[in-house]
């Protein structure tokens, strides 16, 4: 399974950018899916996610401004950013419980995408 990035790059303040994150390989479903992001000298941290009951979660400093969405057809989640700030310059990684069939039955791995660079100038 392979969860690969895309969308990232540089844009002024005010602006808007939107990540894809596309899941791939022998995926019988996917529970939790979602954006992370780690800026220089600070732990990576939740921005946004589907719960596995399909309800959204925001950290508080881009309530308002980003919105997740996901196509489940195409194994593939969204995540669009308006009003950017400086502050939000980080790599952002993708996120996702992937449900895969072993010879034990259904099991469910943690996987991450190898991160995309989003930098805000001011």
């Known amino acids: 399974v392979q969860l690969v990035e895309s969308g990232g790059g540089l844009v002024q303040a005010g602006g808007s950018l939107r990540l894809s994150c596309a899941a791939s390989g022998r995926i019988s479903s996917i529970n939790a899916m979602g954006w992370y992001r780690q800026a220089p000298g600070k732990q990576r941290e939740l921005i946004a996610r589907f719960t596995s009951g399909g309800s959204t979660n925001y950290t508080d400093a881009v309530k308002g401004r980003f919105t997740i969405s996901r196509d489940n057809a195409k194994n593939t989640v969204y995540l669009q950013m308006n009003s950017l700030k400086p502050e939000d310059t980080a790599v952002y990684y993708c996120?996702?419980?992937?449900?895969?069939?072993?010879?034990?039955?259904?099991?469910?791995?943690?996987?991450w995408g190898q991160g995309t660079q989003v930098t805000v100038s001011s």
């Open positions: 996120n996702a419980g992937v449900v895969v069939v072993t010879i034990e039955g259904r099991v469910e791995y943690d996987y």
